[in-house]
């Protein structure tokens, strides 16, 4: 097990409304990307966060934001939900920003938009 | 779009043989190419990764091969057992980010006792 939690579990919402995603990185770990896996796919990456600033950003919309606050840990917030929103989310912990660091998982937030 | 092509799609081998898994990258930012598996409910962890100024690494059962003038990577599973039994990802850095991976498909591996 990775030292990485996320919340809630699983997550029901409605088209439109709007969903806050949390995580909490593993302890000496400044740097959080975020992943959006469909069913039976890969993970998808929608940004990364280092010291609070967002440093990279995938293909995904601006209704798709971030934080990241003094103690590493991040927020995922997505507005305005569509149905194809609904997904495992994932974050991801690393040592330091960049593609090239092993990054640790959490067990994901599943959510369903409906 | 850029992509990365994984496969097989799912894969069932007997315990003890060697599992086979390929990916196809496209051009990279930087030199990463790792593996993750995954468990049902779970999150991917970082099984074994390759900086290619080899062609070749080994960590215990599992090993990647890599051909960077074919853009292709693999990775080999010897003596599968069926704690094996998982889907597994490789991934690729994106042409124009240091930040960014892709990653493929996944393939469902089944090692059959």
């Known amino acids: 097990e990775t030292g990485v939690t996320q919340s809630p579990t699983h997550l029901i919402k409605t088209r439109g409304q709007q969903v806050t995603l949390r995580c909490s990185s593993q302890s000496g770990h400044n740097t959080v990307s975020w992943y959006q896996q469909a069913l039976g796919q890969g993970p998808q990456f929608i940004f990364q966060?280092?010291?609070?600033?967002?440093?990279g950003r995938g293909n995904f919309p601006p209704r798709f934001s971030g934080l990241q606050f003094p103690n590493y840990s991040s927020e995922l917030n997505v507005n305005a939900l569509e149905l194809d929103d609904s997904a495992l989310y994932l974050c991801?912990?690393?040592?330091?920003?960049?593609?090239?660091?092993?990054?640790?998982f959490g067990p994901g937030t599943r959510l369903t938009v409906t | 779009q850029q992509q990365v092509k994984q496969s097989p799609q799912s894969l069932i081998v007997q315990k003890g043989g060697i599992s086979i898994i390929n990916c196809a990258y496209e051009n990279t930012a930087f030199d990463y190419f790792p593996w993750y598996q995954q468990f049902p409910g779970k999150g991917p962890a970082l099984l074994i990764a390759i900086r290619p100024d080899v062609s070749e690494k080994k960590e215990g059962r599992f090993t990647i091969s890599f051909n960077k003038s074919a853009k292709q990577f693999s990775l080999h599973i010897m003596d599968s057992q069926p704690g094996d039994s998982a889907t597994y990802f490789c991934a690729a850095p994106t042409a124009d980010s240091n930040y960014q991976l892709i990653w493929g498909a996944g393939t469902k591996l089944i090692i059959k006792p």
């Open positions: 991801a912990s690393s040592t330091t920003s960049g593609g090239e660091y092993e990054q640790y």
């Open positions: 966060y280092y010291r609070e600033e967002e440093n």
